[in-house]
């Protein structure tokens, strides 16, 4: 759903949407109600139980991450609202030159999409292709990676892979939510608009967070891997893998007085936390 924000005399207020994104009348009608300063938007359709789904329904999937999404923006432009718009860096994928796994080069904002394994994905590619090309000035495109939280969420990424037969072994660039969200407040409060690579800066394996869980929080856990080929044998849609260059992103935060944290701290932190509240 989308969040609303709008500032009050001694603080935020903040609202959750109750409209929907493939429903833009009642989005215009909310806007015009509640006149918020901000919005944050994280709707949109990954699928159930995974982007499997998007492959089998993409009238429905169109209808929210593109339609849906490009009216939001268009309606908040029209009333001079700016959009965080928490988007995706699926879309980009490893490959066997500038930027080969393991090779520490990231892809930038600027480099093209070159992953269209999933519709998901592609829908995703589209919505930032029209928000470039348009120029909207009130967007502030984030692109996230793999959200972890600190509890197990069943959509949070450890919780997912724990529970996994087997996992891939790649690293990838990840978002730790407890250290990005406040990232992306502070951001959008200074109005910050482009698009930016939304992950912990660096690069993570799937055995190394398997690894610190272990440590950290349940010793007696165990799992098996196996290759990206035996893999994409068992899902509909492929899955992106990359490493984003987290660059422009650290300059943005330096102006508004925001640190990052490294993905093999932040993913740490999550573990520690995690035991301590259990």
């Not at 001694?10 to 806007?31: F, H, I, K, P």
């Not at 990424?157 to 072994?169: A, F």
């Not at 912990?200 to 950290?216: F, K, Q, T, W």
Request: charged fraction near 20%; glycine fraction near 6%; proline fraction near 3%.
């Amino acid at each position: 759903m989308e969040m609303l924000g709008k500032e009050g005399g001694s603080g935020v207020t903040v609202v959750a949407a109750s409209s929907r994104l493939e429903n833009s009348q009642d989005v215009a009608a909310e806007l015009d109600e509640i006149k918020p300063t901000h919005v944050l938007n994280a709707a949109g359709l990954t699928g159930r139980p995974n982007v499997d789904w998007c492959e089998s329904h993409k009238e429905e999937t169109t209808r929210v991450n593109v339609i849906g999404t490009l009216s939001l923006i268009d309606l908040c432009a029209q009333r001079n609202i700016h959009v965080t718009n928490f988007a995706t860096g699926c879309i980009y994928h490893y490959d066997d030159d500038t930027h080969a796994e393991g090779n520490g080069v990231g892809f930038t904002e600027d480099d093209p999409p070159n992953f269209d394994g999933s519709f998901y994905s592609q829908t995703k590619a589209i919505v930032e292709k029209v928000i470039v090309a348009t120029g909207y000035s009130n967007v502030l495109q984030l692109r996230l990676r793999m959200p972890i939280s600190d509890d197990l969420h069943h959509r949070s990424l450890v919780t997912k892979i724990t529970k996994y037969e087997k996992v891939v072994n790649i690293p990838n660039s990840m978002t730790v939510l407890h250290d990005m969200l406040p990232v992306a407040v502070a951001l959008g409060r200074a109005n910050m608009s482009g698009v930016y690579n939304f992950t912990n800066p660096g690069a993570i394996s799937h055995n190394e967070i398997l690894g610190m869980y272990r440590d950290v929080v349940n010793p007696s856990f165990t799992w098996k891997n196996f290759t990206l080929e035996e893999h994409d044998k068992v899902v509909v849609a492929k899955r992106s893998n990359n490493e984003l260059d987290s660059s422009k992103l650290k300059s943005a935060c330096a102006e508004v007085g925001v640190e990052l944290v490294e993905i093999h701290d932040a993913m740490r932190g999550v573990f520690v936390r995690m035991a301590e509240a259990q």
